[in-house]
């Protein structure tokens, strides 16, 4: 007859979690461009502000000799202008869902925050927008 032998072992947490977050940031980019619903909006070019924070997969390390290495702040930037530029948006809620799109091409990005604002939209008021936090399961999901 043939003895089996147990070992018992215990699994334990994985208490060495990475604590590396690794952020890309634009602030207060601006563009010139039609946007609005009103009949005055849809004349003259006025100021749209992006405030973007993107949170990148930790294990994404820079190569200095690469510049596919990191995300490219450059690169969402002129995604944003030409977003305004060859499309004309009602509301800034539109224009941050297609921003939405064009950043997350990128595989490595977790998750965007995205704050865009009309600062010359209503008097009295410093500026108005509206402000998305999506995860990139979030958006793979709508």
């Given at each position: 007859?043939?003895?089996?032998?147990?070992k018992?072992?215990?699994?334990?947490?994985?208490?060495?979690k990475?604590?590396?977050?690794?952020?890309?940031?634009?602030?207060?980019?601006?563009?010139?461009?039609?946007?609005?619903?009103?009949?005055?909006?849809?004349?003259?070019?006025?100021?749209?502000?992006?405030?973007?924070?993107?949170?990148?997969?930790?294990n994404?390390?820079?190569?200095?000799?690469?510049?596919?290495?990191?995300?490219?702040?450059?690169?969402?930037?002129?995604?944003?202008?030409?977003?305004?530029?060859?499309?004309?948006?009602?509301?800034?809620?539109s224009l941050a869902?297609d921003?939405?799109?064009?950043?997350?091409?990128?595989?490595?990005?977790?998750s965007?925050?995205?704050?865009i604002e009309?600062?010359?939209?209503?008097?009295?008021?410093?500026?108005v927008?509206?402000?998305?936090?999506?995860?990139?399961?979030?958006?793979?999901?709508?």
């Amino acid at each position: 007859m043939k003895k089996n032998n147990f070992k018992i072992i215990e699994l334990k947490p994985d208490n060495k979690k990475s604590s590396i977050r690794r952020t890309v940031f634009i602030k207060d980019f601006i563009i010139q461009e039609i946007i609005g619903i009103h009949e005055h909006e849809k004349t003259k070019k006025q100021k749209i502000k992006f405030n973007i924070v993107v949170s990148v997969n930790q294990n994404t390390v820079p190569d200095e000799k690469d510049i596919k290495s990191i995300v490219d702040y450059e690169k969402i930037t002129n995604k944003l202008e030409n977003l305004v530029k060859y499309k004309k948006y009602n509301f800034l809620e539109s224009l941050a869902e297609d921003s939405f799109k064009e950043i997350f091409e990128d595989k490595r990005i977790n998750s965007v925050k995205i704050k865009i604002e009309k600062p010359d939209a209503i008097k009295n008021a410093d500026s108005v927008g509206v402000e998305v936090l999506k995860n990139r399961s979030d958006y793979e999901e709508s």
